[in-house]
């Protein structure tokens, strides 16, 4: 028997962690609706979430997400803007910018100083406290690029997505440069 689909197994997983959360918040679905409620009344979009709140759901889960939070993060991001869509879904349509999650609680290694993180605390979710005494020029990053036909004015738009390393996305690559031709073959320019 051939094995599934390495794709195809992430997505079961994702899929599985979203119904997985989603059902965490039904559970405690009052609690979450004030939380909820009373964060868009004051136009945050974050909302809080404890970490000690993660052992109802599964025992050990708190560890698992300071661990590898980009597994853990996004699937609980779309199960909450789920049950806002759910719950009220007025609210959905009038979100701004997308619902994250203010993770607080006790980080225990994972909370250090500026001069704590090191190369094996990549990748992992990290509590930094201290206070900032200089700052340095930083090379902006692009993080989304529009192309448009470069003959024609007809409408079309090409947009490519740019990542890198510090993405909050799972397999995240830098994906090459900019595209010089669409599915079609006609010549793209970058719309400016």
Same mark, same amino acid.
């Given at each position: ?14 899929? /599985?962690? &979203? ?6 918040? /039904? ?8 939380? =909820?409620?009373?964060?868009? *009344?004051?136009?945050?979009?974050? =909302? ?8 109802? =759901?599964? %025992? $050990?889960?708190?560890?698992? +997400?300071?661990?590898? %939070? &980009? ?13 806002? $869509? ?8 009038? +979100?701004?910018? %997308?619902?994250? +999650?203010?993770?607080? $609680? ?5 909370? &250090? ?5 090191? *190369?094996?605390?990549?990748? @992992?979710?990290? #509590? ?6 200089? #700052? !340095? ?11 448009? /036909? ?24 830098? !994906? ?9 073959? @006609? *010549? ?5």
């Amino acid at each position: 028997m051939a094995e599934a689909d390495p794709g195809m197994r992430q997505k079961e997983e994702d899929e /599985h962690k &979203v119904r997985m959360f989603s059902e965490f918040l /039904h559970n405690n679905r009052d609690a979450w609706e004030k939380r =909820i409620d009373r964060e868009l *009344a004051n136009d945050r979009f974050r =909302i809080p979430l404890e970490l000690s709140e993660l052992s109802q =759901i599964e %025992p $050990g889960l708190e560890s698992k +997400l300071l661990q590898d %939070p &980009v597994k853990y993060l996004l699937p609980f991001e779309e199960a909450l803007l789920n049950f806002l $869509g759910e719950t009220d879904d007025k609210a959905v349509k009038k +979100l701004k910018q %997308p619902l994250k +999650l203010d993770v607080t $609680g006790s980080f225990g290694r994972n909370h &250090v100083t500026p001069r704590g993180v090191n *190369a094996s605390t990549i990748g @992992k979710l990290m #509590c930094v406290e201290g206070i900032v005494t200089k #700052c !340095g020029v930083v090379t902006p990053s692009l993080v989304q690029s529009m192309h448009v /036909h470069k003959d024609e004015d007809d409408g079309h738009i090409t947009s490519r997505d740019h990542r890198d390393g510090t993405s909050l996305i799972s397999g995240a690559s830098g !994906g090459g440069g900019f595209p010089a031709f669409d599915g079609e073959g @006609k *010549a793209l320019m970058m719309d400016v």
